[in-house]
């Protein structure tokens, strides 16, 4: 079975056990819900920062995996820590330290 035809038989059984309600002004609800949603979408400052190379070479890295812009990738991690909607995933044994690198000594 295809996520789609899961995802629907999951939101026809929870419409038949009676776990949906009508929105009482619907029309006000989804005004309120479309500002909400224009505002959190209007860019209207420019800002300019200095990274490392490592970690906006990092970054565009992990872009790629995404398929969305490195711009907008910076932007909505930027929104989440602001509005504390950012939650740092539990470090996996492969990611790189935080600790800045020591030099080697050669030898």
């Known amino acids: 079975m295809d996520k789609e ?3 629907e038989e999951e ?3 929870s419409f038949e056990r ?3 309600q009508s929105v009482p002004n619907l029309k006000a609800e989804v005004a309120r819900f479309a500002s909400m949603a224009s505002a959190s979408l209007v860019k209207d400052k420019r800002v300019n920062i200095r990274m490392s ?3 906006l070479e990092d970054i565009q890295a992990r872009v790629a995996e995404e398929a ?3 711009q907008t990738l910076m932007a909505s991690v930027l929104h989440k820590f602001v509005t ?3 939650v740092e995933p539990p ?3 492969a990611s790189r330290s935080s600790e800045p690198r020591q030099k080697r000594r050669s030898s």
């Open 91 to 93: 470090p996996s044994p």
């Open 5 to 7: 035809s899961k995802l």
């Open 84 to 86: 504390g909607r950012l």
């Open 53 to 55: 190379s490592r970690d």
């Open 18 to 20: 009676g776990e949906w």
């Open 11 to 13: 939101v026809l059984a």
């Open 68 to 70: 969305i812009p490195y």
